[in-house]
Structure formats: structure tokens, C-alpha cells
Nanobody, 121 residues
Framework: QVQLVESGGGLVQAGGSLRLSCAAS????????MGWYRQAPGKQRELVATITSGGSTNYGDSVKGRFTISRDNAKNTVYLLMNSLKPEDTDVYYC???????????????WGQGTQVTVSS
């Protein structure tokens, strides 16, 4: 019904930058919140950043001041610019969008497949 396609992950050296993109497509009437989460093996998924359709942002404490989330509502796309990357940022990053579909009753959360970000020291 709705698909999230992520791109931009990869390998980067500590102190470097990387930009992730996530485009939502399918049966979409509107998207309120889009965001990024990350998860390491054996750990719970944690908030990286979220952004509303109006541009309000929220960041996890570990990335605040280093990462910037943005979105293009016309393209149903969310971005995550990651600066000053650290080895501890190494994780699988997941895109999320809460979507109201045409003919839908309520908003549903959709997740991307995850993209690996590896930061070397």
C-alpha cells in the first residue's frame, strides 16, 4: 500500500558526513510525521530525529547538534544530514512515516527496510 525507499547509507570515516534520503510512495493522502530511527544488534530501536509536515523537528540527545532532518512535502521525501559522524553512530537506520491513505480510517506507521551506516575510526 505504501512503500518507503531509503538511500544514501554507506561507509564513512569518523568526522565525515553522510546524507540519507527516504521517499514514500503509494496510497498517500497525507503524511504527518516522518522520521529516522536506528537500531544496533541486541538494542532497542531509538529515535534519531522526526519532522512534522509543518517543519517542527525533534532530535535524540545523542545526535542533537550534529544531525539535521528536513523534508520535501511535495516529494514525500525526508532527509537526514549527518555531520561529525562518530563510530558509535554505526547502526542500521530506518525511515518511518505515519500515513493517512485515501479511503483510510486512521493513520498507519510504515517503515523502510533499513540502511546500514558504518563509521570507521
Amino acid at each position: 500500500q505504501v512503500q518507503l525507499v531509503e538511500s544514501g547509507g554507506g561507509l564513512v570515516q569518523a568526522g565525515g558526513s553522510l546524507r540519507l534520503s527516504c521517499a514514500a510512495s503509494g496510497n498517500i493522502l497525507s503524511i504527518n510525521i516522518m522520521g529516522w530511527y536506528r537500531q544496533a544488534p541486541g538494542k532497542q530501536r531509538e529515535l534519531v530525529a522526526t519532522i512534522t509536515s509543518g517543519g517542527s523537528t525533534n532530535y535524540g540527545d545523542s545526535v542533537k547538534g550534529r544531525f539535521t532532518i528536513s523534508r520535501d512535502n511535495a516529494k514525500n521525501t525526508v532527509y537526514l544530514l549527518m555531520n561529525s559522524l562518530k563510530p558509535e553512530d554505526t547502526d542500521v537506520y530506518y525511515c518511518k512515516a505515519d500515513v493517512m491513505s485515501f479511503g483510510g480510517i486512521q493513520r498507519i506507521n510504515y517503515w523502510g527496510q533499513g540502511t546500514q551506516v558504518t563509521v570507521s575510526s
